[in-house]
């Protein structure tokens, strides 16, 4: 699985827009960018994930380059609840399903 | 809809014991992934058991090894333990083909003195 590049750490104000990115300059043309979020002391959560058009869900959007080499995920207005660690991670389809490779993600902080 | 359950969330071993977590996965998943989660680091991928066979494997030895029931439940097992590791195991479950989403549990808390 190709590589993804985030932040370490990032910061937002509660209720303002957080705009997460990520780096993935070596990105094959059939993977698919996901994006899972970690709150302390629990399991990692799906956001959202993506191919080639920008995807919207309840959670949050996700925004993909024209050229797929970088993405940005949004999260519209954060909350306190949003703190966590946020990690891009690339997928090709079939194969082993369960296989996520985890970076070390950006840890997301939102001050009230 | 039951989510992902595993037990025990907090254990405490010594080096050269041997530890048995279990996970029960979402109602309907056949597809279950053990990952180990060191302080600080992302989770790695440990090994993957679909339809009760191991499906895939990450860069673990030997002494992890793990189980899938007919019912989709599992277990992971570590043989002699060492100081490393200690870390939090996450078991996710998935069902169905294609780069679908992943389902964790809480995980379960391993310290190895």
């Known amino acids: 699985d190709a590589k993804t590049t985030q932040p370490n750490s990032m910061e937002s104000n509660e209720e303002e827009p957080v705009h997460l990115p990520c780096n993935h300059s070596?990105?094959?043309?059939?993977?698919?960018i996901h994006w899972y979020r970690q709150l302390p002391s629990q399991g990692p959560e799906y956001v959202i994930h993506?191919?080639?058009s920008n995807v919207n869900n309840r959670m949050a959007s996700l925004a993909i380059a024209e050229d797929r080499k970088s993405s940005t995920l949004i999260l519209h207005r954060a909350t306190l609840r949003d703190a966590a660690v946020y990690y891009c991670?690339?997928?090709?389809?079939?194969?082993?399903?369960?296989?996520?490779?985890f970076g070390k993600g950006t840890k997301l902080s939102v001050k009230p | 809809e039951t989510g992902v359950t595993q037990s025990p969330t907090h254990l405490i071993k010594t080096r050269g014991q041997q530890v048995t977590l279990r996970c029960s996965s979402q109602?309907?998943?056949?597809?279950v992934s053990w990952y180990q989660q060191a302080l600080g680091q992302g989770p790695q991928f440990i090994f993957q058991?679909?339809?009760?066979?191991?499906?895939g494997r990450g860069n673990f030895p030997p002494r992890f090894s793990g189980l899938q029931f007919p019912n989709y439940s599992s277990e992971l097992n570590v043989n002699a333990l060492e100081l490393d590791d200690s870390a939090l195991y996450l078991c996710?479950?998935?069902?169905?083909?294609?780069?679908?989403?992943?389902?964790f549990g809480e995980g379960s808390r391993l310290t190895v003195l």
């Open positions: 070596t990105i094959s043309g059939t993977d698919y």
């Open positions: 996710a479950s998935s069902g169905g083909v294609g780069a679908g989403e992943l389902f």
């Open positions: 991670i690339l997928r090709a389809p079939g194969g082993s399903q369960g296989n996520l490779i």
């Open positions: 109602s309907g998943h056949n597809t």
């Open positions: 993506g191919l080639t």
């Open positions: 058991y679909y339809r009760e066979e191991e499906n």
